[in-house]
Structure formats: C-alpha cells, structure tokens
C-alpha cells in the first residue's frame, strides 16, 4: 500500500500563489480536517482520492466572496484588475458581446453584485476596530509542510487570507438566519460551520513559519525583511472578520489567542481528523473508498440527541 499523495508543491511559503493550484494540491487543508474529524468516507469521495469526484463550479455568492477578498485584501487597483461591472443592458447582448467584455478572463458581475461588494468592502473597512487588521501584512499567504502522525507523512497546507507579524486574518461571510444580533449569528456560524478548527489548523501551519523561512523555503515575491519581523514573532492570534451578507452593513470581528479554550478544543478535533486519515489510509490505501462497515448494534437512549429524549 502506497502512503504517497499525488503531486503536490513543495514545502515551503508561497507569496502570490493563486488559489486554484493552491486547492489543487492534495495536501490536507482545514475542510478536509473537519470532514476526516466526522467521516472518513466523505472527506475520500470528496478529495482528488475520487477519480470520479464532480467538477465543482462557484456559486454567484462564493464568486461575490471572492471579490470582497480581492477588494479589502489586496485593494482597489487590484480588485479593478480582476472585477468588471457588467452593463445593464448585458442580458440582451450575445455570448460573443459578453466574452468581449472580459478580454482578459476578468469576472463580470452584474451592476447590482458589483455595488454589493463595494458596500461590503466599504463597511469592513469603515469599522474602526478591524480597519487595521488588514495593514501591515501580506494577503493570501500559503503554507505546504509534512507532519508526522504516529510516524506516517502527512501533507497539510494552509492559505492565509492575511498574514501579519502578530495574526492571521480571515475574512468571513455570514448571512443572519434568526431575529438576533449579528454578533449572535456569527457565534452560531462559527460552531455550525467549525470555524475554530480553521484557526487551530492554520495557527499549526502558521508555527511553520520560521522554520521554513530559515531554511529558505520561500517561494514569490515578498519583503524579507517584512518575513524575518513575522517569523521572529514570539506569540499571535487567530482573527475571524466578519461581514453581513444581508441588507444591513453589519461587520464583527473576534479573536483567539494562545491559551484559548475554543483553540484547546479545536485542536482536540484536528489531532482525531489526522489520525483518522493515516488510519483510512492503512487500511483501505488511497484507491479504493474508504467506506467501514460497522455491526449492527443495539442503541441507547444516551446515543440520540439530548433535545430528543426532552
């Protein structure tokens, strides 16, 4: 049995990086973490394992995400580079009317998405209290390293949204789904959608740095100075920014540090997530699914959901 991954970059920190080859690489990120953490099987059908694993396309609200990063990341000249707005008169003009448009594979959005985003841009950079988190740093970082894992390689990855000295930063998107605060939403996406294990996860790819900076292993244009300052760091944080995708301009931001519970627990489930795969994959390799099948069992009442037996 093979413990050998497709191709993938080496290890290293890449500067510029776009994201599709960086997704690409079948080196483990944090959504793999969290689906290996709760079935092994789903993460195999779902991960370039699966020879038959659909083509994914973006949704016109993941491609709305991807231009507020473009805009409060990498700024205005940037995003224009990327983003055109698209006339209002595009839907009575022909494919070929379209494709001349973007002549040089920019993304068109219709006039209402494009106005959306610079609002949202706007309001995360209108608030005081996480304006600053995106200066002084480098935006869409990426990490290769190989862990070990009970004595097995195990390729991981992390893609920073911004990387400064004392922080990562990630930008989120949240759509308010009940009648409370904004701020209560978010708390509820981040348990819902497993948020902290991101942080831990990328906090270990973060705890790379230094090594992988002294040996050299830095790829793309940077500051080596500016990278020295960020690999001499002695503690950081973990910063979830997030923004409204409702009508109102709503922006929060919450941190977590060394020593945090929420992390503590976090790293409990990425610590199980790795040893699920390196178990997956002695048993089954990485060609065939990695379905198990367990006997059939006598249930307690304790096994359903504590809301059931209420």
């Avoid at 195999?44 to 990063?69: C, D, M, Y």
């Avoid at 050299?216 to 940077?222: A, E, F, I, L, Y």
């Avoid at 790795?274 to 367990?294: C, I």
């Amino acid at each position: 049995m093979s413990t050998h991954s497709p191709a993938s970059f080496a290890d290293g920190i890449y500067f510029g990086l776009d994201e599709a080859p960086y997704h690409a690489d079948p080196a483990l990120g944090s959504s793999d973490l969290k689906r290996l953490a709760a079935e092994p099987a789903d993460y195999w059908f779902g991960s370039a394992l699966n020879p038959n694993r659909p083509a994914e396309e973006s949704t016109p609200s993941q491609i709305i995400g991807k231009a507020v990063h473009k805009l409060v990341l990498e700024g205005q000249q940037s995003f224009a580079a990327r983003f055109v707005r698209r006339p209002d008169d595009l839907p009575r003009l022909d494919a070929k009317a379209r494709a001349r448009l973007a002549p040089n594979g920019e993304d068109v959005l219709p006039g209402e998405e494009f106005d959306r985003v610079q609002q949202a841009s706007a309001a995360v950079l209108a608030n005081p209290h996480l304006a600053a988190s995106f200066t002084g740093g480098m935006p869409e970082v990426s990490i290769f390293w190989t862990d070990a894992v009970d004595g097995e390689p195990v390729r991981r990855k992390a893609r920073f949204d911004y990387l400064k000295p004392r922080a990562v930063v990630d930008l989120k998107s949240t759509r308010p789904s009940r009648p409370t605060s904004f701020r209560a939403n978010c708390l509820r996406a981040m348990a819902e959608y497993g948020y902290p294990v991101q942080a831990a996860a990328y906090l270990q790819a973060r705890a790379q740095l230094a090594r992988l900076a002294a040996e050299g292993r830095v790829h793309g244009d940077h500051d080596p100075a500016w990278l020295a300052r960020v690999a001499a760091a002695p503690a950081y944080a973990f910063v979830f920014v997030f923004w409204s995708t409702g009508d109102a301009p709503l922006t929060w931001g919450v941190s977590l540090s060394p020593g945090n519970e929420v992390l503590a627990k976090a790293e409990k489930t990425v610590e199980l997530a790795l040893w699920n795969y390196v178990a997956a994959r002695r048993e089954h390799g990485l060609d065939a699914p990695w379905v198990n099948h367990d006997p059939l069992t006598e249930i307690d009442i304790t096994d359903l959901p504590a809301w059931w037996a209420r």
